[in-house]
C-alpha cells in the first residue's frame, strides 16, 4: 500500500469525528433485559479503556501473536509493525505519521478476509492469549457499574470485533472500537474515519452518549494514558488506572482519583508489559523467518 501524506488540522477532527460516529453506530448493545438484575440506571455509564487498563499489555500484541501463530498473516508483515511498536513504547513518543503508518500496515493484515474468519480467529486467541491478562481491580470497577444498573463500554483502538468480543466475556454492555470498512462482509482495507485514538475516543463516547440517552456529567471513564485527557474531561468522574507518568501528574493536578493495581513488581515495570508484547510478536516473527530460511 503506498505511503499517506500524515492527515492534519481540520483534517485529523473531520477523521476522528468520522471514527467515533462508526464506533458508535457498530457498538452492539448487551445486557440484562428489563426486570433482570439491579434496577436500571439508563442515564449513567461507565468508559474503559483497555490497553494497561482493563487488559495487562497491549491487545493489539496479544492478537498479532496469536495471528502468527495461525499464519493469518506473514512474519516478514508483521516484524515491521510491531518493530515500530516496539519504538513507541519505549520511547513514549506518538506522531501521525507514526499512526498513519501502523493504520495502513494492520489494514493490509486484514484486506481481503472476511469479517467471520476475524471475529471467529479474535474469540479463539481471546482465550488463548487475553483471558488471563485482565486486571482483576479493573474488572472489579467495571461490575461496580453494572451492579449499580449502569451500562460499561470499552473504547479502545483495538478492532471493534475484537473489542466486542472482549466487553461480552467480561459481562459488559458493549464496545467502542476502530472500525475497518467491509463490504459483503470481506475486508476492502480502509478504515472508517481513523483509528479509535484520542480525539476520536471522545466523539465516540458523545455519538453513543446521544443514542443511549446518557448523560454525560453522570458518566465515569478509566484510562491508565495522558492520550486519553480528552475522553476523561469528557465525562463528570475520570479515574486513573495504571496511569502513566503524564497522566498521573494530570490526574494529581485536577484532583482525580488514581486506582493502581500494580504492585511490587510489576509497578516498578512501568509501561513494560506493551514492551514485552511486542519483544514476544519480533521473537516470534523472528523464530518464524529462521525457520522459513532453513
Known sequence: ??????????????????????SAEAAVVSGPEDG???????TA??????????MMGASIFHFARGLVARKFVSASQLAGFAWKQLKFRVGGREDQGSIDS????????????????LSEVSEEIYDELMADKIWPGTRALAQKHLDAGQRVWLVTATPVELASII????????ALGTVAESVDGVYTGRLVGGLMHGPAKVHAVRALAAREGLDLRRCTAYSDSQNDVPMLTAVGTPV???????????????????EDFRTGRKLARVGVPSVLGAGAVISAVAAGLARSRK
Not at 433482570?36 to 439508563?42: I, Q, T
Open 167 to 174: 466487553a461480552r466475556r467480561l459481562g459488559l454492555t458493549g
Open 240 to 258: 486513573a488506572v495504571n496511569p502513566d507518568s503524564g497522566l498521573r501528574r494530570i490526574a494529581r493536578a485536577k484532583g482525580w482519583e488514581v
Open 102 to 117: 501502523s493504520r495502513d500496515q494492520l489494514l493490509a493484515f486484514v484486506a481481503g478476509r472476511t469479517v467471520r474468519e
Open 45 to 54: 455509564g461507565a468508559f474503559f479503556d483497555v490497553d494497561n487498563t482493563m
Open 36 to 42: 433482570d438484575g439491579p434496577a436500571r440506571d439508563l
Open 1 to 22: 500500500m503506498p505511503a499517506r501524506k500524515p492527515a492534519s488540522g481540520p483534517e485529523l477532527e473531520r477523521l476522528a469525528a468520522m471514527a467515533g460516529a462508526a
